[in-house]
């Protein structure tokens, strides 16, 4: 078993920067495809950024150009660099582990909210 634990979440005003860390029980980043995604209140779980075992990098449309995904094998540790925040980013904030074996195996961080607010 793999436990995901995010932090680095917060309020914050428009326009400002906040980071989030995910860090894993195990080092298994190296072997999996790692993201973030949010959900906001009344809505679906979206994804925001995504990043591959070979380092490609995946945006959702609307926080491309804001938001940086990062990831530190060694340290097991997963990052989202988020700028120019806007209150459309207010959301609880998900860390995801896909480990790529056969079936793929998910794993889920409790989440961190993000509250973007003046």
């Known amino acids: 078993q793999v436990q995901l634990v995010e932090s680095g979440g917060g309020l914050v005003q428009p326009g400002g920067s906040l980071r989030l860390s995910c860090a894993a029980s195990r080092s298994i980043f190296s072997l999996s495809t790692v993201g973030w995604y949010r959900q906001a209140s009344g809505k679906q779980r979206e994804l925001v950024a995504t990043?591959?075992?070979?380092?490609?990098?995946n945006y959702a449309d609307s926080v491309k150009g804001r938001f940086t995904i990062s990831k530190d094998n060694a340290k097991n540790t997963l990052y989202l660099q988020m700028n120019s925040l806007k209150p459309d980013d207010t959301a609880v904030y998900y860390c995801?582990?896909?480990?790529?074996?056969?079936?793929?195996?998910?794993?889920w961080g409790q989440g961190t909210q993000v509250t973007v607010s003046s």
């Open positions: 990043v591959a075992i070979g380092g490609n990098t």
């Open positions: 995801n582990a896909r480990l790529i074996v056969i079936p793929p195996q998910d794993y």
